[in-house]
């Protein structure tokens, strides 16, 4: 029985973390980094002028996300994915914050839509538009779908590990064509799956599913960030720098103890406050961080003051989060058997 609590306790840390580590690091956006005894706190305010306590756009596109897994069953299925893009186009017209690459993918996806005489935009009209980005710059590997991704690893938690990373990588194409971004989001999903069904941290899990060069340039990424502080990944807006600034401060929070379970709860609050103090896109760092830790440490780890704070489009608060991942965990247990 206490494993089973454990584990549900894990789940519900998924979405409450990535939403503690979003509402904390709101108020620092794009400021610059932070000594190691300054508190950090909900204060709010940010790009968007948050209330204290509010998520950003990082959280409220994880529970578009969330809610579409749980419509389609779980799956990442195309009616899934254009739930989601229809979903985010809706929420974008009148979001204080969205991140500019999403926003102009999302545009242009509305244009495709009717052009096509469609009134809603499809998952293939987003992807068209993600990939035509991409071609018209030459990079669209922004931090956008990094941020988002945690929902897929409780979807996908009772499944094989491939199906999980293979579905992350579908979900970061709906915004970003780049091959960096797939991959950080199907590493960090690998790794979210794998913390809450063992406690553990290990985003090393996934690196067997990459081809073998690009697994040795991952295993260098994420040895510079065990090596290094937040500060050192100030390029954060950059999908690569962002992965390495949220485990980089998990890291520095978990030390040895990352492959221990159960961890102590008071890691979590340390990991979040340090990716804050990492400085520029902080509500992202600790957003990712944050979804991670909290996989591993629990809904429990989170200060209730956080959680008792913690509110966002759309009209929601942490007790919804809490029903929502469970119920993308348990429908993921469902399509197992």
């Known amino acids: 029985m206490q494993g089973k609590i454990d584990l549900e306790d894990r789940v519900r840390g998924v979405l409450l973390g990535l939403a503690a580590g979003d509402a904390l690091g709101a108020g620092y956006e794009f400021k610059p980094a ?14 968007g002028d948050f209330a204290p306590g509010e998520w950003t756009d990082d959280t409220s596109m994880a529970i ?28 974008a017209k009148t979001a204080p914050d969205v991140g500019v690459q999403t926003s102009a993918v999302l545009r242009a996806a509305e244009s495709l839509a009717r052009r096509g005489g469609r009134e809603l935009p499809t998952a293939a009209d987003a992807i068209q538009a993600a990939a035509d980005a991409h071609q018209r710059t030459g990079r669209s590997g922004g931090n956008g779908s990094l941020m988002r991704t945690a929902p897929v690893a409780l979807a996908y938690l009772h499944r094989p590990v491939e199906e999980a990373y293979t579905a992350a990588v579908k979900l970061s194409a709906l915004t970003h064509f780049d091959p960096e971004a797939a991959e950080a ?5 690998a790794a979210i799956r794998h913390a809450v069904l063992t406690g553990q941290l290990d985003v090393r899990i996934g690196l067997g599913l990459l081809e073998p060069a690009r697994a040795g340039l991952w295993e260098q990424r994420i040895g510079a960030a ?4 937040p500060k050192d990944f100030g390029n954060n ?13 998990i890291s520095a929070a978990t030390g040895r103890s990352a492959a221990q379970a159960p961890l102590e709860r008071q890691l979590l609050v340390e990991a979040l406050e ?3 103090r990492g400085g520029v896109d902080t509500d992202t760092v600790a957003a990712i961080a944050g979804s991670l830790i909290g996989a591993a440490c629990g809904a429990r780890a989170i200060p209730g003051d956080w959680l008792g704070m913690l509110h966002g489009w759309p009209g929601l608060a942490a007790s919804d989060l809490d029903e929502l991942a469970l119920n993308l965990a348990s429908g993921s247990h469902m399509a197992s058997d």
Do not use: H, K, N, R
């Open 34 to 47: 932070m000594e190691a005894s300054e508190p950090v706190g909900m204060i709010g305010g940010g790009l």
């Open 64 to 91: 578009v996300m969330a809610q579409a897994l749980a419509a389609f069953g779980g799956t990442a299925s195309e009616e899934a994915c254009t739930q989601m893009v229809q979903g985010w186009a809706d929420w």
């Open 185 to 189: 989001c199907g590493l960090w999903t």
């Open 226 to 229: 065990e090596a290094g502080a």
């Open 237 to 249: 807006g950059w999908v690569v720098e962002a992965f390495q600034g949220a485990w980089s401060a």
């Open 274 to 276: 340090a990716a804050v």
